[in-house]
């Protein structure tokens, strides 16, 4: 070889380059016989060099620059011979799922069409749904709610469209309105997977320019399976401001513009040959394999709509040329592009490959110049789908679909994507003007085209091309492509493997030779692809085929490298896995094969560079967060360096991948896509680099370590989104397992894993590594171990002219020997090659197998027998079994002896083989079954290094897709002395079964701990072997050692056990993490001393239950807080506390000006201590609260405060239980309303005063601007109580404050159905642990009692008086085929079942039961409540819709004090009268008994409890007159209401509440089924009896009477036209109803012939209905249908719609003009005609809004309105009575009796002409033409008397000849 050669190389690449060169020599050498030219070519193969070495000049250039930005990335590519271990086998995969997708429909506004009777379809997939029609409105209201449920892969699920349309309905036909699309992955990764009270914006598809229809305000929620729902409370505020709460995710601009979408599809190339129907594979057997029998056409869908091109017969690398252009509003609601081929058959279509683009990986919605529109490529899309057999079935065809992993290549689609934005409609824009000439001069052919694309579903004649411009309908037409686009640079790309290691073969393969076939695309696909060595019908740049050219550049790279191109390996027969006979392996042990594959692509590797640089990043920060997290248990500053370290070191990598990245080499082709992820990679980095600057420096605050891991963490997230390159360039690697001819099992490498780049930070990370990959079966995986072989293998993709480093990285020590292929007669045949190891190296296995915890129950008795196989090369062996447990310690040694690894052994000792643990459940009977697998690295030591033993530690194991627990064990590798076989380490002696242990200096440190059980009972056991449990016991065990209960003797009587408490020692490991679990298992005896197991629950972390030492009482301390010391706040108890609570009470603190002195008011801030969870400040505390707070004068006041809230709640005149319910809510909405606006203060305004559950906002007589006062006025004077939006047990942490509850499980939990089914679970345990260091004596509680019992109550049974309180219920699941149900409640305690059936409520999801219901129970015997919501069915079975479970027992003897919650304010009598047994001082005394706090001292005007002082007033008077009473009761509620503060206490105790508990299913596991409001109250009937139980049953809707006294109308539009005059006129007449009553509908006369639009009518309307005062809710009870059973009760906005109409008498009347009054806030009359114009009812702002239910009588004009213009105006008179008062004073209808109205004055014109055709003749024609009448009778008489003339004057003349003649 020429030196020249040699030395710039060497100087370039170091010392790799001279070490190839000689190993080629060496190669040569042995290479003689087998290929007699290669002496020949080494001049050749310089050349070649020499060349390549020349085009890599400019790059190399580059690098050389960059090597000082490439120490930044130092850290990221170390130098490894082995990819990074992954310890997972199989990965996730796609599973079914359940879903549940609730839509409520609530309301639409601003609906445009005149005179509508709209009604909402819903449609998702094939299921659609509506809701009733609402007549005659353009707002109308449904609230009507609907549930979807959907089972299938989340992948499919988010691709479906939720389509809501509104229409008209119409009797032949409904009109679509508008409509509106959202798919449900756009909802589902909302907050709270959900849009809430959200305006949908609705358009019309068919014409898009004419902008909003409509909007409609609905709620969308998607629920996967345990996905919690936020339930939110419901706001209905007049005011609403639409446009700020539109339902779009974050983010998005509130105006969506439309815009146009193009998919451009180019061509395709390499897409399977062979059609897949059976036809066509019969035409191929006759006509022989001359052409592709494939018809290929592309599909596109987008947002629900489908787009196609036309069909290319016969070809399999198709042409197409025509984009697909779809128009939606852009930002879409739609994230995915679908995009298939399918091919055409005779029978019926077949998908060949699915393909999805998210349109978020292709566009960046940032403001500004820094956001870009999606756009893509143009650029190749890869293809996968099911392998490319020659079957005339194709059992994978899901592959192609889109489901699952595709296994193989199928070809690659050019396409190009990009969005115009339509600025005004769809009128043409500039990027369309570009395209003109273009289209033009394809128009005839697109006119040609279009008429084949018959298939294309769309009706292309019908609809003119103006039609289509503005329709959102699918256009297909095709393009000319410019020049540019055509010139793509291909590039020659090798891949070069070695096969290392193939065991682990499943036996089901025989002893067939086996074979093995990489391929990249089409290259190498031995089956219809291309061969290794060629290029097919690749065509070069000149156009011509390079077959011939292929040969001579073969010699080339297969020289270069020594190693013919061949993409299979021989085939080798496999050999038998000792030590299982379940596995085969291949005899790879000196010899490794080699394959080596070329093939041509598109040169854009500059985008995976980007993608590998970026990954390696993010893998970086994140494996740096995996040892911060390691090292925060050991010390937090060390921690905090390291994560200072690793952020420094992100900054310098963001710099200098920027660097890199902006040098880019200009020619390549990039499309407007790489530009623009260059520009987002820079703006993401840049933004991140600043964050972690932040973070290093921290000026503002020291931030904590958990915190910068946070936000670390969301850097990773963010990187991780812009590895993914949505343009695909080399297609993945594919390796196959050929078997007998047949393709089983596979393995998919991303291409840009295994990418070379000269740069490390750029390859791939598994580049020029040996790599572990477990092959799998296509398609979808069957349950249980299912790998089919594990290959080890070495694999570099690159260019050609990197080829020199293709076997850089390869283990050192080979030789390169090529087999001849002498056996073959043919020479076609292509000779493999491998690689010879020469030397080899004897080593020993150890595999410590300590223990296991977590592992997945195989049997039916919830548990396993389990043993673990573990394989290490060809060697496999097998622990002992384990009997029935999930945590076994099998503490075992195996010795694998004399394993033979080839190779350099330091090169071994770094980078070791992998060894498999596969975990097994051993079956008496049958095959065991697998229960989870994991892959460990062993720990070498060669026989010159001293010995360590190594650690145990943790490795996960993973079953399927399940968490299968946690294996702790170590493999050491040691090398076996070749002097000295004998020298190894020593082990411990083996037991009798020559089983050897973990040897003593491996197992961890143990020491003395002592673990106290608390026993209290057993709960809910179920039936085992179908006989129920009657003595039950519970077995403790920990690591050997235990302790059992006493068996309680009945189960049914008394559940509990009699033994409290009991200990036991165990010696558990001294660091906290190897803490072995804790397993507790009940049994129940039977007769004969038999004992069954019933179920066992397993505790795998014991961190919980470690207390430091037993408890010591602590001393309280002396120091004496006062609580209250401010007088401006009389109510403070931490006065420190006021100024963080200022912004959140803002809303809250009013004042009173009152003979001339303000008193501000102030909530309490410790009601409000943790201010989400409990927003309890009492803003509105009555008077009895304020008297015993202030002075006497305070006292006056504060009565008559009293005295106007009655007369504020007007419409009400009573307060009840329900006035403080709405008050709370109200109150609740005012908390989250201020919390929730992230400080904007436009959305306090909006949330700061409205009522919820629709709840109408209730505006006032007069607003004054001052809003103390107004706050004042809206927040009635009431008690409230605390509504919890979950359950009560999560506020409290379950109360478990004083035991814990253990789930008994049983039953396989194997089968991923199963793994978290509710029926597992067999029954409860309850009781608790504590493990603290065992004293050295042991004498330390032997004496006392155990220290776990402190505060824990004796466990004989307890009679209690139970009463449960149910409110309401919302969102139930229907239960009816008509949407609804009928729902009542039942409920079940112990024996005792409660069935109010008599009372269910029909046709209804959300319904207000108000009952409640007592039941005396026995603790421990009845201690669960089940309250189940069933639904009423007059035939057939009741069904049950859900039901909720409540450990009452939990909750009576918890420290929280949750057996009846504390009211906010002491009362003796009315609505708010104190409900408990025990006086709040009485609560108060014995709490400080219990927790031995000294106290309570009572002194006036003070209460000391323990250290701290309370303040406030304990003297009241109730009259002037009276003597004043002392009475502590209101200062020891304040007390217990702040028990958390006090030292010593610590528990909150639980206030008056209301819970808000879901509803569960069995059959919809995990799935909320709806929610229902209640609260249970708990009175032990040792105590005094409590009160009454409260009253909340439903308030009954009263009755009003409106009547409307419609005098006069203006100005209305006039209609018709006389044909004799063309004079305009209109015969009007007004309809009104209420909404919801529109059977109550009442006409005026008719005014005829109005020739200035007045009317004059007098007419008396009279609408009786039913409204709920509180709620601002009218109550309609009606039938649904004709065939409806029951009427249907509805909630909805009273509000009066008055129209005006043109009478007609031969056709249809003419709509001219509406008048929607909502009756709670309508804007002010006007005073005049003149005055009244649209800006009174459009823009009317909350002040000059009035309720008629507080004026009772108003009278003024409004105006009509039809289509946002003024088309009349209306004077009418409104007058609001009461049922009763009208049943006084009833009036008439029209001008009836009693008090009749007079007949109205019309002018002489009006009148019917039908009636009076002689009126109609004066009125309309001798009125207006009296003179031409005149005039014309005149002309008459003269015309007539010329006509005798003329007539009469011959004869006269004739007469007169004659007779003159005469």
């Known amino acids: 070889m020429e030196p020249s050669t040699v030395v710039p190389q060497a100087r370039r690449k170091g010392l790799f380059a001279g070490m190839k060169l000689k190993k080629k020599k060496k190669g040569e050498k042995g290479l003689t016989i087998a290929n007699k030219d290669a002496l020949g070519d080494r001049d050749e193969i310089a050349i070649f060099l020499h ?81 009733t029609v609402k007549e005659g409105t353009n707002a109308p209201f449904y609230n009507e709610y609907f549930v979807f449920d959907f089972v299938g892969p989340q992948v499919l699920l988010f691709d479906k469209i939720i389509n809501i349309s509104v229409m008209h309905n119409k009797l032949i036909g409904s009109v679509l309105i508008g409509s509106f699309k959202v798919d449900l992955g756009t909802v589902y990764i909302q907050p709270g997977h959900q849009f809430c009270d959200k305006w949908a914006l609705l358009t019309d598809p068919a014409d898009i320019r004419t902008g909003a229809k409509g909007y409609l305000k609905c709620d969308l929620s998607v629920t996967g399976k345990g996905d919690a729902i936020q339930a939110t409370q419901k706001t209905a505020d007049t005011e609403e401001q639409i446009e700020k709460n539109l339902l779009i995710p974050k983010g998005f601009p509130s105006e969506r513009p439309w815009a146009r979408f193009y998919v451009r599809i180019y061509k395709a190339e390499g897409l399977p040959k062979m059609n897949s129907s059976i036809m066509a594979n019969v035409t191929k057997a006759f006509i022989g394999d001359s052409k592709d029998l494939v018809d290929p056409y592309v599909v596109v869908m987008f947002a629900g709509q489908m787009g196609r091109t036309t069909v290319q017969k016969n070809c399999a690398d198709p042409v197409w040329h025509e984009q697909i252009i779809f128009k939606e509003m852009f930002p879409p609601l739609c994230r995915r592009v679908k995009i298939q081929v399918w091919d055409e058959g005779s029978m019926n279509d077949v998908a060949l490959a699915t393909h999805f683009i998210d349109l978020k990986k292709i566009s960046n919605e940032q403001d500004g110049d820094k956001g870009f529109l999606p756009t893509f490529g143009p650029a190749w899309i890869n293809l996968y789908g099911s392998p490319r057999n020659h079957s005339l079935i194709d059992d994978h065809q899901e592959l192609n679909e889109g489901f699952g992993e595709g296994v193989s290549f199928r070809g690659r689609l050019f396409l190009e994507i990009a969005v115009e934005i339509l600025s005004g409609g769809a009128r043409e824009s500039k990027f369309s003007s570009i395209i003109k000439d273009i289209k033009l001069s394809s128009k005839d052919k697109a006119l040609k085209g279009k008429d084949k694309t018959d298939k294309a579903g769309e009706d292309r004649k019908s609809a003119s091309p103006s039609d289509k411009m503005n329709s959102t309908e699918v256009e297909v037409e095709p393009f000319d492509v410019p020049l540019e686009i055509y010139e793509e640079k291909f590039e020659e790309f090798l891949l070069f493997g070695t096969f290392f290691e193939a065991t682990m073969i499943d036996r089901k393969f025989g002893d067939k030779p086996i074979t093995f076939e990489v391929s990249v695309g089409n290259f190498g696909n031995t089956t219809d692809g291309v061969p290794a060595r060629a290029g097919g019908k690749k065509k070069t740049h000149n156009g011509e085929a390079e077959e011939s050219l292929l040969y001579e550049g073969e010699d080339d790279i297969s020289h270069d490298l020594g190693i013919p191109l061949v993409s299979t390996t021989p085939p080798e027969k496999p050999l038998i896995t000792g030590g299982n006979r379940n596995y085969q392996y291949l005899p790879y042990e000196e010899r490794k094969p080699c394959v080596c594959v070329r093939s041509y692509w598109g040169s854009q590797t500059f985008r995976l560079y980007s993608s590998n640089t970026l990954e390696k990043m993010a893998d970086h920060l994140e494996e740096s967060l995996e040892q911060v997290k390691d090292l925060i248990k050991v010390s937090e500053t060390a921690a905090e360096e390291k994560m200072k370290k690793t952020l420094n070191g992100f900054i310098n990598q963001s710099r200098a991948f920027m660097v890199i990245a902006e040098k880019k080499p200009k020619g390549l082709n990039c499309t407007a896509l790489d530009k623009k992820r260059l520009m987002l990679f820079k703006q993401e980095l840049e933004a991140m680099s600043s964050d972690a600057k932040g973070i290093i420096q921290q000026q503002k605050k020291k931030m904590p370590v958990d915190e910068m891991i946070r936000e670390t963490q969301s850097f990773i997230d963010k990187i991780r989104f812009l590895v993914d390159e949505p343009q695909n360039t080399v297609p993945d690697v594919f390796i196959w397992m050929i078997s007998n001819n047949k393709r089983v099992a596979y ?48 694999l570099w993709l690159g260019p050609s002219s990197y080829a020199h480093s293709a076997m850089e990285n390869l283990p050192v020590g080979y030789e390169i020997e090529l087999s001849s292929n002498t056996n073959s007669g043919h020479s076609v045949l292509p000779s493999s090659a491998c690689l010879l190891y020469k030397t080899l190296h004897l080593f020993q296995l150890r595999a410590h197998m300590y223990q296991a915890r977590g592992l997945i129950a195989a049997d039916s008795t919830g548990l396993s027998d389990p043993f673990a196989k573990v394989t290490f090369t060809s060697h496999c062996q097998t622990t002992k079994i384990i009997s029935q447990t999930l945590s076994p310690t099998w503490n075992q040694t195996l010795l694998f002896n004399s394993i033979v690894l080839h190779g350099d052994k330091e090169e071994i000792a770094q980078f070791p083989p992998e060894v498999v643990i596969e975990l097994y459940d051993d079956d008496a009977v049958g095959k065991a079954e697998y229960i989870g697998s994991t892959v460990a690295a062993p720990v070498v030591r060669l026989a010159h290094q001293n010995y360590e033993p190594p650690k145990l530690c943790y490795h996960p194991v993973h079953c399927g897709s399940l968490s299968g627990g946690d294996l702790l064990a170590t493999f050491e590798l040691l090398e076996i002395p070749e002097s000295d076989p004998d020298r190894l380490p020593p082990l411990d002696p083996p037991d009798i079964g020559q089983i050897y242990p973990v040897p003593a200096n491996i197992r961890p440190v143990l020491s003395k701990y002592r673990v106290e059980v608390l026993f209290w009972g057993v709960r809910e056991l179920k039936k085992v072997q179908l006989l129920s449990v009657d003595r039950p016991q519970v077995l403790i065990e920990c690591a050997g050692k235990g302790v059992k209960s006493s068996v309680i003797q009945s189960y049914k009587k008394n559940p509990n056990f009699t033994g409290l408490a009991d200990w036991f020692e165990v010696e558990l490991p001294e660091n906290e993490l190897l803490h072995p679990p804790l397993s507790i298992c009940v049994v129940d005896w039977r007769a004969f001393g038999r004992s069954t197991l019933v179920g066992t629950h397993t505790i795998n972390c014991l961190k919980q239950f470690l207390c430091k030492a037993p408890l010591g009482l602590q001393a309280a301390p002396n120091r004496v807080d006062i609580a209250e010391t401010e007088k401006a706040s009389p109510e403070s108890s931490q006065p420190a506390e006021l100024s963080q609570e200022d912004l959140f009470l803002a809303d809250d603190i009013y004042a009173e000006v009152e003979q001339g002195k303000w008193t501000v008011v102030e909530p309490d801030p410790s009601l409000t201590a943790p201010p989400v969870t409990e927003p309890e400040h009492s803003a509105s505390e009555p008077g009895k609260e304020k008297k015993r707070k202030e002075t006497k004068k305070s006292i006056r006041r504060s009565t008559k405060r009293r005295k106007r809230t009655i007369a504020d709640e007007s419409a009400e005149n009573v307060i009840d239980w329900w006035s403080k319910y709405y008050a709370s809510v109200l109150k609740m909405q005012k908390a989250k309303g201020i919390f929730s606006s992230e400080g904007k203060p436009e959305d306090n305004k909006q949330t700061s005063d409205h009522i919820t559950l629709i709840i109408e906002d209730e505006p006032d007589k007069k607003k004054k601007d001052k809003t103390l006062k107004r706050i004042q006025k809206e927040t009635p004077n009431l008690a409230t109580l605390q509504i919890y939006e979950g359950d009560l047990e999560s506020e409290f942490n379950n109360f478990e404050d004083w035991v814990k509850t253990f789930q008994l499980l049983r039953g396989k939990s194997n089968d991923e159905v199963h793994a978290d089914a509710e029926d597992r679970i067999i029954g409860k345990f309850k009781g608790s642990f504590c493990i603290y260091p065992s004293a050295e004596d042991g004498s330390l509680l032997d004496g006392g009692q155990p220290c776990i019992l402190q505060g824990i109550p004796p466990n004989h049974p307890v009679k209690v008086l139970i009463r449960v309180y149910i409110v309401a219920a919302f969102n139930l699941s229907p239960a009816d085929p008509d949407g609804k149900s009928d729902p009542y409640i039942v409920l079940r305690l112990g024996n005792t079942e409660i069935k109010d059936r008599e009372n269910y409520i029909p046709k209804q999801l959300n319904p207000i039961f108000g009952r409640s219901f007592e039941i005396q129970a026995t603790f421990p015997k009845d201690s669960l409540l089940t309250v189940l919501i069933y639904d009423h069915d007059f035939i057939g079975t009741d069904d049950l819709i859900g039901e909720t479970k409540i450990d009452l027992e939990n909750r009576f003897y918890s420290r929280h004090r949750a057996t009846c919650g504390l009211q906010s304010q002491y009362e003796i009598e009315g609505y708010n009268a104190w409900r408990d047994a025990t006086k709040p001082s009485e609560i108060l005394t014995k709490l400080c008994k219990d927790y031995r706090i000294s106290g309570p001292f009572m002194r006036p005007g003070e209460i000391q409890v323990g250290s701290k002082i309370f303040k406030g007033q304990t003297v009241f008077t109730e009259d002037e007159n009276e003597e ?216 009317a702002s909350e002040e000059n809004k009035i309720s008629i239910f507080q004026q009772k009588r108003i009278r003024g004009w409004w105006p009509f309105i039809k289509a946002g213009e003024l088309t009349g105006k209306v004077e009418a008179e409104f007058h609001l009575v009461t049922a009763e008062e009208a049943e006084k004073n009833p009036v008439g209808r029209a001008r009836k009796e009693p008090e009749p109205l007079e007949k109205p004055n019309r002018p002489d014109t009006s009148f019917s002409w039908f009636v009076n055709p002689f009126k109609c003749l004066y009125h309309l024609i001798w009125r207006n033409y009296k003179k031409y009448i005149i005039i014309g009778i005149i002309l008459l008489i003269l015309v007539i008397f010329l006509i005798l003339f003329i007539y009469t004057l011959p004869g006269a003349i004739s007469e007169r000849i004659v007779i003159g003649k005469g």
């Open 51 to 131: 060349d390549t070495l020349g085009r890599q000049e400019e790059s190399e250039e580059d690098l050389m620059n960059s090597d000082a930005l490439s120490s930044a990335f130092g850290s990221l590519s170390p130098e490894r011979k082995r990819a990074k271990l992954v310890t997972r086998i199989h990965e996730e995969e796609m599973k079914s799922q359940n879903y549940q997708i609730a839509i409520t429909i609530i309301e639409a506004r601003q609906l445009v069409g005149e005179n509508i009777d709209p009604v909402v379809i819903i449609e998702i997939g094939d299921e659609k749904k509506q809701t």
């Open 747 to 794: 393995a998919r490498v991303p291409a840009k894993n295994i990418l070379y780049s000269p740069a490390k930070e750029q390859r791939g990370k598994d580049c020029g590594k040996i790599k572990t990959h477990f092959l799998k079966l296509p398609g979808k995986r069957p349950l249980g171990w299912t790998v089919q072989a594990k290959v080890d293998i070495y």
């Open 1524 to 1739: 004043p009473v002392e009475s502590y009761e209101h200062l020891s509620l304040k007390v217990l209401r702040a028990w958390e503060e006090i030292p010593g206490a610590g528990y909150r105790l639980v206030p008056e509440h209301i819970e808000t508990r879901p509803l569960y299913h069995k059959d919809k596991p995990g799935m909320e089924q709806g929610r229902v409001q209640m609260w249970v109250d708990m009175f032990p009937n040792d105590m005094p009896l409590p009160g009454p139980p409260v009253d909340i049953s439903p308030r009954k809707p009263k009755g009003y009477e409106l009547r409307v006294i419609i005098w006069n109308t203006e100005d209305v539009i006039l209609e018709d036209e006389n044909i004799f005059t063309g004079q305009k006129s209109s015969d009007i007449y007004v309809k009104g109803w209420i909404k919801g009553l529109e059977e109550d509908k009442q006409e005026t006369d008719v005014h005829y012939n109005s020739l200035t639009g007045e009317g004059n009518f007098n007419w008396r309307f009279v609408f009786p209905f039913h409204y709920l005062p509180a709620e601002k809710q009218m109550v309609v009870t009606k039938r649904e249908n004709i065939f409806s059973l029951e009427k249907t009760e509805r909630k909805i906005p009273a509000e009066l719609v008055l129209q005006v109409w043109d009478f007609e008498r031969l056709s249809s009347d003419d709509f001219l003009g509406t008048l929607e009054l909502d009756l709670n806030g309508f804007p002010r009359a006007a005073k005049t005609a003149k005055s009244c114009d649209l800006g009174t009812v459009v823009a």
